[in-house]
């Protein structure tokens, strides 16, 4: 497994954006596929965006395509996620995953960071 931090969160108005980071441990770290997920309070875990270990392939959660990117930077064993155009219901925690395969499915990921809050305000 590969242990995952995230930073980056914080408290934004609508329509601003913020960039969440996640350092990724382990020299295996270009063999993973990446996501990120959220929860907001109340509600399932949800997936926001994946991206293939190659880096060359992406997929979004209706709900964020067209404001949210997925980038990685394997050399630094970085993952981001660029998030503009934020809104109120984007609030909730986001989780940096890992799994051996490229999927929107949860299940797929094995290493998870702690998460962290993303707050828009209206």
């Known amino acids: 497994q590969v242990q995952l931090v995230e930073s980056g969160g914080g408290l934004v108005q609508a329509g601003g954006s913020l960039r969440l980071s996640c350092a990724a441990s382990?020299?295996?770290?270009?063999?993973?596929?990446m996501a990120w997920l959220r929860q907001a309070p109340g509600k399932e875990r949800e997936f926001v965006a994946a991206i293939s270990s190659s880096g060359d392939m992406t997929t979004y959660a209706d709900s964020v395509k067209g404001r949210f990117t997925i980038s990685m930077y394997n050399a630094a064993n970085m993952v981001y996620l660029q998030m503009n155009r934020l809104q109120p219901e984007d609030t909730a925690v986001y989780y940096c995953?890992?799994?051996?395969?490229?999927?929107?499915?949860?299940?797929?990921?094995?290493?998870w960071g702690q998460g962290t809050q993303v707050t828009v305000s209206s």
């Open positions: 995953a890992a799994g051996s395969s490229w999927s929107r499915r949860q299940r797929a990921y094995d290493s």
């Open positions: 382990g020299r295996t770290f270009s063999r993973y596929a």
